[in-house]
């Protein structure tokens, strides 16, 4: 079920900021990344008048890396959404179907949550790292709540 076709976006508010070099270099060379991306769900307190549910989806994208040849980061940098889906048509879609069904909701999060990470990985003089502009139409979810965007970032 593609939430996208039920679900519209009402509300996005920016949660998280955060951003951290952990080890200056003067020259950077070749950068590898790893990218997560992580949606939580959960059902929003409506009016009881209301026929259709809202949904609350905590939207975190983080990126950490560093040299190729080293095993610990050298930067790490974190954004954070707050946003609300209003179900629109169909039959009301209750939380365990949302719930397993929310990986739909990255093609649409993920660019808006790229777009801040990008902001503060440049800040941290990271314009090396380049972070994909979409993600494929089938996500490879986890168990975990996690998609991972990409292991290696240049």
């Known amino acids: 079920m593609n939430l996208l076709d039920q679900f519209v976006l009402q509300h996005v508010q920016v949660s998280l900021l955060k951003a951290r070099l952990i080890h200056v270099s003067k020259d950077p060379g070749e950068q590898k990344a790893k990218v997560e991306l992580n949606l939580s769900p959960r ?7 209301e026929k259709l549910p809202a949904y609350q989806v905590s939207a975190n994208l983080s990126c950490k890396g560093g040299a190729e040849n080293d095993s610990d980061p050298k930067f790490m940098a974190q954004v954070g959404f707050e946003v609300i889906y209003q179900q629109i048509d169909g039959d009301p879609v209750d939380i365990t179907q949302f719930t397993a069904n929310h990986a739909s909701l990255t093609r649409q999060l993920y660019p808006l949550l790229q777009q801040e990470l990008r902001i503060l990985l440049v800040r941290l003089g990271l314009e090396q790292i380049h972070l994909p502009f979409d993600l494929a139409a089938k996500v490879n979810w986890q168990d975990t709540g996690t998609v991972q965007v990409s292991s290696l970032l240049h």
């Open 43 to 49: 059902m929003m307190d409506t009016d009881s008048t």
